[in-house]
């Protein structure tokens, strides 16, 4: 008989993050080269509304958006920047992005001062860093 040693289920867990993590990694890096990002199924993006970004209206602006902060577990403001430079802030309902977290990176679009959809990304873009 072998007597080789299984493998616990803590170093199984960790490997599959840690494939996880490279497969969005690759991923988000592919997109940043071709300058555009690009939404497959199974990646570990949120949403908002469940709504594409491709499905929103064209008079619509996209910014990429950074959580500032949550304000009493019920705001989430949101730093919106255009082109690599800080042009607003906008305040939504935390029931909006229940999943945010403080510093994160989304893509989100806005009309009439009202978040359509929201979409995190893993990193800034490269042009913006």
């Known amino acids: 008989?072998?007597?080789?040693?299984?493998p616990s289920r803590r170093t199984v867990l960790q490997t599959l993050?840690?494939?996880g993590t490279a497969t969005i990694a690759a991923s988000a890096v592919a997109g940043a080269r071709t300058g555009?990002?690009?939404?497959?199924?199974g990646d570990n993006y949120r949403r908002s509304n469940g709504r594409a970004l491709e499905d929103v209206p064209e008079d619509a602006?996209?910014?990429i958006a950074v959580v500032d902060r949550i304000v009493d577990g019920e705001h989430v403001v949101l730093l919106l920047e255009?082109?690599?430079e800080l042009v607003d802030q906008h305040v939504t309902p935390r029931s909006q992005l229940d999943e945010v977290e403080e510093s994160d990176?989304?893509?989100v679009v806005i009309e009439d001062e009202e978040l359509l959809t929201a979409?995190?990304?893993?990193e800034r873009p490269e042009?913006?860093?």
């Open 119 to 122: 979409q995190q990304i893993p």
């Open 127 to 129: 042009q913006c860093r």
């Open 36 to 41: 555009r990002l690009e939404t497959r199924a």
């Open 1 to 6: 008989m072998s007597q080789r040693k299984r």
């Open 105 to 107: 990176i989304l893509i």
């Open 17 to 19: 993050g840690s494939l």
């Open 61 to 63: 602006t996209r910014y």
């Open 82 to 84: 255009k082109e690599c």
